[in-house]
Nanobody, 128 residues
Framework: QVQLVDSGGGSVQAGGSLRLSCVAS????????MGWFRQAPGNERELVAV????????YYPDSVKGRFTISRDNAQNTGYLQMNNLKSEDTAVYYC?????????????????????WGQGTQVTVSS
């Protein structure tokens, strides 16, 4: 089993930056694709970035493309989400997740239901 601890959230003004971290333990993090999702009150959980096991392929929805960057350090069992030029609509709880089912394709994004291990979430609040 993989345990995930995500951190790095906080309160920033619009235009600011945050870097989220996701530390994995207890399982083979380095061979699974990893994603970051977010959920705002009243909204469904949505994908913000996904990366394949090697870090060579990534996908971003249009809402964050050019502002967010996902990366991973498999030697440190850690994933990251660098968020720049934050907007008020980015306010949400952010979760990292790992897909141990074996699908490594990230070309068309990913659904939350494809991921079986989740962090506890970290709050990001952007004020305008």
């Amino acid at each position: 089993q993989v345990q995930l601890v995500d951190s790095g959230g906080g309160s920033v003004q619009a235009g600011g930056s945050l870097r989220l971290s996701c530390v994995a333990s207890g399982g083979a993090f380095s061979i699974f694709r990893m994603g970051w999702f977010r959920q705002a009150p009243g909204n469904e959980r949505e994908l913000v970035a996904v990366i394949n096991w090697s870090g060579g392929y990534t996908y971003y929805p249009d809402s964050v493309k050019g502002r967010f960057t996902i990366s991973r350090d498999n030697a440190q069992n850690t994933g990251y989400l660098q968020m720049n030029n934050l907007k008020s609509e980015d306010t949400a709880v952010y979760y990292c997740a790992v897909d141990s089912y074996g699908d490594d394709d990230v070309r068309t994004g990913a659904q939350p239901s494809s991921f079986d291990y989740w962090g506890q979430g970290t709050q990001v609040t952007v004020s305008s």
